[in-house]
């Protein structure tokens, strides 16, 4: 992956703290869902619930699609990723642990959350590897996608 793609995508990821994720439902309809997430490089994290269709979904079929981006007052402002990816359960502890404490930093400006962070056994955390990244920059032309094989 070039230096200069990869640095576009890390400020992307780093710029943001919500992303779109969609799973497969049972019936074979896609679960678009909004999660906050962190990331670590271009590994990306998410809680949900223990019992979620999100966690069932991926339980039965790991494949997601994601998307990462914002509201841009100008269309030819518009920026924002795309990917492809598998997403595993985090089972270790300390692992699960780090993801719990990187969380609350992606809200800074945030004094206090409004109770304690849940712990790594009252949810389920998972670790969303790309395969596939397609970087949206209208600034380059209108729909403009840089598309990256992970």
Request: proline content about 8%.
């Amino acid at each position: 992956m070039e230096q200069e793609i990869k640095n576009k995508i890390q400020t992307l990821l780093d710029q943001h703290r919500i992303m779109t994720v969609a799973t497969l439902r049972p019936d074979g309809w896609p679960q678009a869902t909004t999660v906050g997430y962190v990331n670590d490089g271009l590994t990306l994290y998410f809680l949900c619930g223990l019992d979620s269709q999100k966690a069932a979904n991926i339980a039965r079929d790991n494949r997601l699609s994601l998307t990462i981006d914002h509201d841009a007052p100008q269309v030819m402002e518009i920026t924002g990723l795309s990917m492809a990816a598998r997403a595993q359960p985090v089972e270790d502890r300390a692992e699960a642990e780090k993801v719990l404490r990187m969380l609350p930093m992606k809200y800074p400006p945030q004094t206090s959350l409004p109770g304690p962070m849940p712990t790594p056994d009252q949810v389920r955390i998972f670790r969303v590897v790309p395969s596939v990244i397609s970087v949206l920059d209208y600034s380059k032309g209108f729909g403009h996608t840089d598309l990256v094989t992970c």
